[in-house]
């Protein structure tokens, strides 16, 4: 038989998102059932408001009561179908929990082979004797510097009595030196540089006087 109708194993399943879209499906429709019958019961109701009591009015409430079954029945099926919804819909969220559960999972294992392949590379003894010589060559390097800085023939101790004397005796140094410097060269002098100061000076001759003049 399977060869001549060919077999229904190759349909795919439908998945708890499709089950739950039929569902929902159904839950509409028989709602749509349930106003109709919630119309068909006003009807019944209004038209009993406006009946003596009797056999009409009888009539009238045998009608309604089957259509209130009906409504009751489709309200116990609507309640299972979302109960039913409701269930699948846990199932479904479980499901999508686990599989980004899963792939998780997977990404952590591959990180983790990753690092040990990495870390593997590592040799921490290497990396500490590369922090001791990091730190001797860095000692040596301020050895040389403080020995490049050094001062020769600075005496290393001077107090304030020792600068006083030195200003005192840089005084009196200076005050004999500035008696032998010109005037014209101390910092105080008034007197004007000569025009030329190593020729001496141009003596100007007295004005004759005119013919007839100042002579007696």
């Excluded at 089957?66 to 309200?75: A, C, D, G, I």
């Excluded at 040990?116 to 000692?139: A, F, N, R, S, T």
Aim: hydrophobic fraction near 35%.
């Amino acid at each position: 038989m399977n060869r001549l109708f060919g077999s229904s194993s190759g349909k795919p399943k439908p998945s708890l998102a499709d089950a739950i879209a039929s569902t929902d499906l159904r839950i509409d429709s028989i709602e749509v059932k349930i106003r109709k019958l919630d119309a068909e019961l006003t009807k019944y109701r209004d038209q009993m408001r406006k009946m003596r009591d009797g056999p009409g009015k009888t009539a009238v409430q045998q009608r309604a009561l089957r259509v209130l079954k009906q409504k009751k029945l489709y309200e116990g099926q609507i309640g299972q179908l979302q109960q039913q919804t409701f269930n699948m819909e846990q199932a479904n969220l479980t499901t999508e929990n686990l599989r980004n559960t899963m792939a998780t999972v997977d990404a952590m294992k591959t990180a983790n082979k990753e690092l040990k392949k990495q870390y593997g590379k590592i040799d921490v003894d290497k990396i500490e004797q590369m922090q001791y010589d990091m730190e001797d060559l860095i000692d040596q390097a301020n050895e040389v510097q403080e020995s490049m800085s050094r001062s020769y023939g600075v005496p290393d101790e001077l107090d304030e009595v020792d600068l006083d004397a030195e200003l005192e005796a840089l005084g009196d140094d200076f005050a004999e030196e500035e008696q032998g410097i010109p005037s014209y060269l101390r910092e105080d002098a008034t007197a004007e540089l000569p025009d030329f100061v190593d020729e001496q000076p141009v003596q100007q001759e007295a004005p004759k006087e005119r013919l007839g003049e100042g002579v007696v």
